[in-house]
C-alpha cells in the first residue's frame, strides 16, 4: 500500500527556519473528504482535532485527493508553530494524530508587539486560526489595538485589517472591533455600503446597515421598490416590507387587480392579515368588485372567506353587504345556525333577524 506524503505550508517560512522548543500538544483528528469548501479556487478539507476535552478545526488542501488510501503524512505550518500529522487514509476519510509545536520566535515577536505572557493555550489558538505577527501589526498600522480574543474573532469572522480599512475609506471611520465584525456577520461588505451611498442613502450607521442586510433590504431590492412608487422611501418603512413580505411581485399582483399606488401601511396590512390576490379574485368571481381595502382587511380578520359567502348563499342569503357578512362572523352566524333554524320552524328570517336570534337566542327560542 503505498505511502502518502503530502505538505500543507501556509506560510513562506520553511519549518527549519524557526526555532520551536516547550512541550508539545499532543491529540487526534480526523477528516472527511466530502466534507470541504472551496477558496480561491483551492478545494479544502475540514480538518477536525481533538486534544484533551476541547475541539478544534480549519481547512487544509493536503488532503483534497478522494482517491488517497493508505498511510498518510503532513504538516501545516503557522506562525505560530508547526503542526505535524500522521494517519490513514481510507475511501476518502482520515484519521490519526498530531504533534504541534510551538515556534518561539513568534512567542517573542508577539511579546515585542505587546501580546505577553503567552500561555500555551493562546499560542495553539492563534496557531489554528492562523493569527499571525503579520496579521497583528497589519491591524496596528490600521490604528487599532485588538485583545487576544479580538484578534481570535476577527480571523474566525473574516474581519480583516483590510476589511477594516474599507469601512472607513466608505466614510464609516474607525468602526470598533466588534462592529467590524457584525458587518461580517451579516454581510455588510463595502460594496453593499457604497450601493446604498449611490442610492441616496448617506452616512447610515452601521447598526441601520446591519439592520438593513438583516432582514434582506438589498441594493436591488431598493431599487425594485423605487420603479413601484416607492422611491427614496424611508429604510424603516423598506425594512417593515421585508419583514411581512411585501414583495415587488405582490405588488404588481394587486396593480394588476386595480389597486394601485397603495400605501406602504395598506400593503403591510394586507399581507399580515392574509389578503392575498387570489382572496381578491375570488371576491370578484362572486360579485365583491373593488372592495376597499379596510374592508378585505376586515373580512381576513373575521374570516369572512370566499368559502362562507357561498355557504350563505345557498341556505338563501346573496348578496349580503360586507359589514353585515362580518356582522354574522362576529356573532357566529353561519349556514348551519340558518339550516337549524330553518329546521325549528324559523323561515325567511332577515339577516338582522339572524344577528339578532344568535345575540339572544333564548328569546327566540321561547316563541317556538
Excluded at 475511501?91 to 505587546?114: H, I
Excluded at 464609516?172 to 457604497?194: C, N, T, W, Y
Excluded at 359589514?323 to 362572523?329: K, N, S, W
Amino acid at each position: 500500500m503505498k505511502h502518502l506524503f503530502l505538505a500543507a505550508c501556509l506560510t513562506a517560512v520553511a519549518v527549519g527556519d524557526q526555532p520551536t522548543t516547550g512541550a508539545p500538544i499532543t491529540g487526534t483528528w480526523h477528516s472527511d473528504t466530502a466534507n470541504y469548501w472551496t477558496r480561491n479556487n483551492e478545494r479544502l478539507i475540514n480538518l477536525q482535532l481533538e486534544r484533551d476535552d476541547s475541539n478544534a478545526g480549519f481547512g487544509v488542501s493536503a488532503l483534497s485527493d478522494r482517491q488517497a488510501d493508505g498511510p498518510v503524512h503532513f504538516t501545516l505550518q503557522r506562525d505560530a508553530g508547526t503542526f505535524d500529522f500522521d494517519g490513514r487514509m481510507r475511501n476518502g476519510r482520515g484519521s490519526g494524530e498530531f504533534r504541534f509545536v510551538r515556534s518561539e520566535d513568534f512567542v517573542t515577536g508577539m511579546a515585542r508587539l505587546g501580546y505577553t505572557p503567552l500561555s500555551m493555550d493562546d499560542i495553539w489558538r492563534f496557531a489554528v486560526h492562523d493569527v499571525s505577527r503579520e496579521y497583528v501589526t497589519s491591524y496596528r498600522d490600521a490604528g487599532y489595538h485588538p485583545n487576544r480574543d479580538e484578534l481570535i474573532k476577527t480571523r474566525i469572522h473574516g474581519a480583516t485589517p483590510a476589511f477594516a480599512q474599507e469601512v472607513k475609506r466608505q466614510g464609516l471611520g474607525q468602526a470598533s472591533i466588534d462592529d467590524l465584525v457584525k458587518m461580517r456577520i451579516h454581510g455588510v461588505s463595502p460594496e453593499f455600503i457604497k450601493e446604498m451611498r449611490d442610492l441616496g442613502y448617506r452616512d447610515l450607521s452601521i447598526d441601520k446597515l446591519v439592520q438593513l442586510r438583516i432582514h434582506g433590504v438589498s441594493s436591488d431590492f431598493v431599487k425594485r421598490m423605487a420603479e413601484l412608487g416607492f422611491k427614496n422611501a424611508d429604510l424603516d418603512q423598506l425594512v417593515q416590507f421585508r419583514i411581512h413580505g411585501v414583495s415587488p411581485e405582490f405588488i404588481k399582483a394587486f396593480a394588476d387587480l386595480g389597486y394601485k399606488s397603495l400605501g406602504a401601511s395598506d400593503l403591510v396590512a394586507m399581507r399580515i392579515h392574509g389578503v392575498t390576490p387570489e382572496f381578491v379574485k375570488a371576491l370578484n368571481d362572486l360579485g365583491y368588485k373593488n372592495v376597499d381595502v379596510d374592508d378585505l382587511v376586515k373580512m381576513r380578520i373575521h374570516n369572512v372567506t370566499p368559502e362562507f359567502i357561498r355557504q350563505m348563499r345557498e341556505v338563501g342569503y346573496g348578496s349580503v353587504k360586507i359589514d353585515r357578512l362580518v356582522e354574522f362572523r362576529i356573532h357566529d352566524v353561519d349556514a348551519e345556525l340558518v339550516r337549524d333554524l330553518k329546521a325549528r320552524g324559523f323561515t325567511n328570517m332577515s339577516e338582522e333577524d339572524l344577528v339578532d336570534f344568535s345575540i339572544h337566542g333564548r328569546r327566540w327560542l321561547r316563541r317556538v
